[in-house]
């Protein structure tokens, strides 16, 4: 089955509201509407600018989309802080990264609590984004398969076949992230066609031939044609790049 190329944005903490006008502005004149008939965009700004993004998008009628960079597992209550699924679909989020590195990093995110918030977001109607990946260690120690794909099994633990179609994969090396050292696109593609020979393996073949997989991590207009090329490679997940308009979109331009 053919897989529609995807491209999402994650602005981690950066752009105030009014930057993120500007911002998704630049990207609406320079993506022509036609261009989403060939891969779909979204960005994932901070919950703060979801509103004025989400008038944009309506405004103009832009088939760009939008996610949050995380939510809660929980639906509302005593929960200082945090944002839910609810909220995020009442605002139109079609996406949200879940299980992010730096979440699982500096808020301690275990494969538990990734796998509770990939349940939320499916129960909301938004498609999580899992992202899943090895530090450098694991690399070296030559565990990055098993340790990436064994995240993958967590995440994913408990849901139906149907519903982990609906979901889409961030293979995001933590070592290649904000670092400007990409993966080889031999190396990506490598542990990108272990995530779906294990989706084929644990949900069979119509799921593991739908599920869009990612590669993140350092991804610059320069590189995401080879590693789109890649047969099991569906897209990318791009930060640094993703706050820069033209950059961004010469990038999407080039998927
Ligand atoms: C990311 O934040 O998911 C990411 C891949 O960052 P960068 O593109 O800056 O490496």
Redesign the pocket.
Known sequence: MARKPFIAG?W?MNQNHLEAIALVQKIAFALPEKYYAKVDVAVLPPFTDIRSVQTLVDGDKLSLTYGAQDLSPHDAGAYTGDISGVMLAKLGCKFV?VG???RREYHAETDELVNKKVKAALKHGITPIL?IGEKLEVREAGEHIHHTTTQLIEGLKGLKAEQVKDVVV?Y?PVW?????K?ASSADAEEVCKAIRATLQEKYGDEVASSVRVLY?????SGNISELVGCENIDG???????LDGEEFTKLCALA
Do not use: M, P, Y
């Not at 290649?176 to 400007?180: P, R």
């Open positions: 994650n981690k990264a992010h590195s730096e992202c961030a995001e290649a992230i904000g670092t400007g990409v993140g991590g350092s991804v610059k990318a997940l791009v930060g640094g790049a993703s």
